[in-house]
């Protein structure tokens, strides 16, 4: 088990279903010991509802989420390089994330989160893919840093 870090940002492709699921899933699991926030390579998309459904299923509110990109991150003083390490949840974000740290000595980790957009034919088959997607977050911050005291 690794210490937690100071300062977290997740990404992936438009901050709306793998990075905001992984921001608020790292804050109810570890509390506000670490700032966490996340972006993606574009926002063009608006929260998923999927994705909060899925997520208040185990206590995490996601509907109050603003999808925002880099770019807007930036603008909004919110700078890259602060951040101790960097989790990207898909390859564009990755690469998009690998480019704006190249001149700083940060982190940037790759955790390959599947994409439950476009996936099953019935809400109660989207909403299985979603669940896997959550799950598979839920995995990867408990590996990474225990399981805390209650989920």
């Given amino acids: 088990m690794e210490a937690l870090p100071q300062s977290v940002l997740f990404c992936c492709d438009h901050n709306a279903v793998r990075s905001p699921m992984a921001e608020g899933i790292m804050k109810k699991l570890y509390g506000t010991g670490t700032y966490v926030q996340s972006a993606g390579v574009k926002n063009d998309m608006e929260i998923d509802g999927f994705c909060i459904t899925v997520c208040q299923e185990i206590g995490v509110e996601l509907s109050r989420h603003r999808s925002r990109s880099f770019d807007e991150m930036e603008e909004w003083g919110d700078d890259i390089s602060a951040y101790d390490l960097v989790i990207a949840l898909s390859p564009a974000s990755q690469r998009r994330a690998l480019e704006l740290t190249r001149l700083f000595h940060l982190d940037v980790d790759y955790w390959p989160i599947m994409d439950p957009t476009g996936l099953g034919e019935t809400r109660e088959a989207k909403l299985e893919s979603y669940r896997q ?16 005291m209650e989920i």
Avoid: C, V, Y
């Fill in 133 to 148: 997607t959550r799950d598979q977050i839920l995995e990867r911050l408990t590996a990474r840093w225990g399981t805390p």
